[in-house]
């Protein structure tokens, strides 16, 4: 075994620091205010002439809310779609349960650690044999494994909140086939006004949609902002799983299942993450170089 080397936590460095950025990279500098849009000719023409741009969004809308209802959910209680995973059995594919395998490892590796402490006085033997199992030089080789392997079950489980919070938005976003329509034109008519934060009740009684002008900005950073987070996850989960294999090999034991080292855990991690940041990454770019200028803001009255 190669002497534990802390690599990994260059790249929790890396993570926390654009966190921070991005944190407080989005200051506003426009006074938001409430207008309303004709949905004659405005509203139609606004919508006819960005047609490919909302047909690509919502058909990203639409994979999204596969992965977070079946391939990659957040496994989350509070995530609207909970219920649907522990119903149809994809909660071992979701980020909660992951964590929850690198939680157990934690757990066996303390108390691998209270054993080496209590041979170290008492039986050598014993602690030579304990720390060859785990595949370790000596005690601080391992007390430094299991700190870090707490400092990366800590950084991902941030980010299920994050997701969750996400999904649950999501529940009221139109994609092309999600709510389920004869004609998906209706759910992209929708969607065009969800970005601007608005919904069909947002129209007054002469057919004029009420929207805030900095309502897109907000959708663009909401985006944007859970793209970050699958990018530098999965960035972290590489980083961990190169860790994992270099540091702590060990099978950890889980219960009735097979015996797993915490790099596998690492490894899924990634694809959880690879999962979500293909569509988001897409969505971004739709938005922010794609689609069109809302009405309002080509108007002068």
Sequence with gaps: MRPLRFSGCVGL?????????????????????????????DLKDYFKLNFKAFLAIGHQIDKLKIIRDQNCPTGDPSDLAYPKIIANDHFSSSLSYMVRKLRLAE???????????????????????????????????????????????????????????????????????????????????????????????????DHKLKVDTDARNATLERFQDVDFRADSGRAAAIAAAQWGEENLTYQFKQYAHNDFPVAAVFRKMQKWYDCWEAPLSTIVSVLANRLGPFPIWERED
């Design 13 to 41: 460095w890396v993570y926390l620091q654009a966190a921070l950025v991005l944190q407080f990279s989005h200051v506003p500098v426009v006074t938001a205010v409430e207008v309303e849009i004709p949905l004659r000719p």
């Design 107 to 205: 757990d066996q590796l303390s108390q691998a650690l209270k054993l080496m402490q209590e041979y170290y006085i008492s039986d050598p033997t014993k602690l030579r044999e304990l720390l060859g199992r785990y595949n370790f030089q000596d005690i601080t080789t391992a007390e430094a494994a299991r700190d870090q392997l707490v400092l990366y079950r800590e950084l991902f489980a941030e980010d299920i909140p994050v997701f969750s919070r996400f999904s649950t938005w999501l529940e009221k976003v139109p994609g092309q086939t999600q709510p389920h329509v004869n004609d998906m034109t209706k759910n992209l008519l929708q969607l065009s006004w969800k970005i601007e934060g608005a919904t069909e009740a947002d129209f007054t009684k």
